[in-house]
């Protein structure tokens, strides 16, 4: 093989070793494989860290990226630059980068300047808007895509339209094994005369290692030497949130089912040389998973590679490789088709030293020798497309051009002002008001903030315990027998009113439906969409136009994870015509508006029928949505440019004077959400213009020039008066501001990758 090239220096971006996934070991394969094959080319690593204390990297990695900061990833940029690197080989995987679909990582790729071949390790058939948009983004910004199945390049073109002729198919590389029988390695483990199945890989409920154990007693009644070896310690991830609570359940179910003798399990990632030894003395190798959707299945390419008989469910990955007989396929979650399958493998060495042999031979395709010398042709060929085409200079960058710069994190001061009970309503200064107690209204709010965070990365432990004091209270609150939310409770516990107000009913329901959509803790979802089926029927109840409001945005959340819930549809549709006959029947040219006062949240009105319009596809509610926001917008803008909230001292009643203090930090904060929400339902670039000019406002563009944000207490000033800020940091102001960052910083780790290769 030839091993002169004239690309001189890589770059491989992904996961690494000793981090423990398969991109980490696929991303150090196929370093030192290419570092191997082309010892004059300078193979370096930059990996991203999950951990801020990073892992323990060899000398090969010399940039880290932290997952969650998108300024990491803009220095990585600069760091290749300045290297000089002529190839950047970036591994792609959604769950491997931070911003909303990983949306971080396209930041990285905008601003490099050398050509870049990516792998992608998966290829949804059928992905969310945000998952298409950042796939596509980085597809767009590739020279060339490798995939590893021909399904995968069909999905390319079918699904995506990425050109055929910009997608290289490499397999799946594997470690070059000798085909030996698997009693040479059997002493080894003391299973000499025994027959060994196995499965390997990091351990997660999807990979369906139940099924196989409960396949193992009919299969012990025939043959009963024997033994299966489950290999991998359980996924971080799982750990992190779970502990070993999957691995402890099927050591139970072994022991259950009367297996415990013939079940080994090895918890821990081992190394090549180590896996190796276990793979060799496998009769059989098992990959029972539970998901189809599995584009790639490094495990499975091993096994298959090294000369192992399969039986596998089929998994898109399974159905190509182990087709015209090189494996065999069950259906999902089958124990006796399993067992079935097995047996006969094993009354059958004919049919099974066959079944090895050609995958085998099939395999010494896929040897990292061999695939590396592809990965070069894939470099060659982004190289050569890449000189084809003028190196764009880089472009003098004014502060007008750049996205803006938003404060950091401080949650100091809703931790101070959160007890064991809940959210505490008031401050005086930076001290919690005990003797005011709590609300159901902020608590919402505080509970719809945490799920922000985990969105943004940030889902911590101690994000974690407020969410479930926050979740907490929302429970205390609904009172089961009126199916309603209290509001009111005092410092001592004890509830101040039988009932809440119809705008607290709807801002409960507007976080428990984004906990349906975005919790990661299942019990939380379940929990979630339990008590807002019970608490919808008091929104259809209330004659607040807010209410309807608050509780279409949680509807909205709901039906993008449970899109075929009809009482939540027909309650969506019932809210959105009760809003658009608010607008008919009393907005007029110079008064677009909903009613005869502008009073406080008020964009959440026009927010509502721009989310629920577009969820239902209800065009008029859409259409109203928008005039209706543009009209507010036009009346909360001072002569100066500058956002200027209506006043909550005496609002603005149609006709009559306009209240011009005290400005409301909630106000801010619902004009922002619903400016995003027109930018997402039109992309017209002047709605950001708008939410930013919103959010300005609590850094100081305001009437009186003065910060509401305490960027020394992470608090918030309760309003902007005629002469002065009020210095009490109270929950709600808090909250606003908290929100409103949130909300800003996801759509900055999603748009400003785009707008920043607009203005290049």
Known sequence: MNRNTD?????????YLPRKCGIATFTHDVCTSVATQFPGSDCFVMPVNDLPEGYDYPREVRFEIEEQELESYLRAADFLNFTNADIACLQHEFGIFGGPAGSHVVRLLRNLRMPIVTTLHTVLGDPSPEQRRVFGQVVDLS??????????????????GVPESKIDLIAHGIPDMPFVDPAFYKDQ????????ALTFGLLSPNKGIEHMLRAMPSILREFPDFVYIVLGATHPNLIREQG???????????????????????????????????????????????????ITSGTLAYAFGCGKAVVSTPYWHAEELLAEGRGVLVPFADPEAISTEIRNLLRDDTRRHAMRKKGYMLGREMIWSQVSHQYMDSFQRARRAR????IRPLAVRTLADEPMELPGWRLDHLIRMTDSAGLIQHATYTIPRLADGYCTDDNARALLLTLYLERLGMGSAQVRRLASTYSAFLNFAFVRETRRFRNFMGFDRSWLEAAGSEDSHGRALWALGACVRWSKRREHQFWASELFDLGLEGLLEAASPRAWAFGLLGIGHYLDRLSGARQASQARDTLLERLIRCVERVATPDWFWFEDVLSYDNARLSQALLAGGQSAGNDRAVDLGLRSLEWLVGEQKAPAGHFRPIGCHGFHPRGGERAQFDQQPVEACATISACLQAYHVTEDASWLNEARLAFEWFLGSNDLGLELYDAITGGCGDGLQEDRVNQNQGAESTLSYLLSLAEMKLLESTLAPYRQGQNA
């Open 7 to 15: 690309i001189r220096k890589i770059a491989f971006i992904g996961n």
């Open 143 to 160: 020279a060339r895509v490798v995939v590893m199945t021909e399904r995968a390049r069909r999905f390319l073109r079918e699904i995506y």
């Open 189 to 196: 483990f003391g299973v000499e005369g025994k027959f060994v």
């Open 244 to 294: 070993e609570r999957y691995r402890i359940s099927l050591e139970r179910l072994a022991t259950s089912l009367g297996i415990k003798s013939n079940v080994s399990f090895y918890n821990r990632f081992v190394e090549i040389d180590e896996l190796l030894e276990f793979l060799g003395v496998a009769d059989i190798y098992i990959t029972p998973y539970l998901n189809v959707a599995q």
């Open 387 to 390: 000189l084809d085409v003028p």
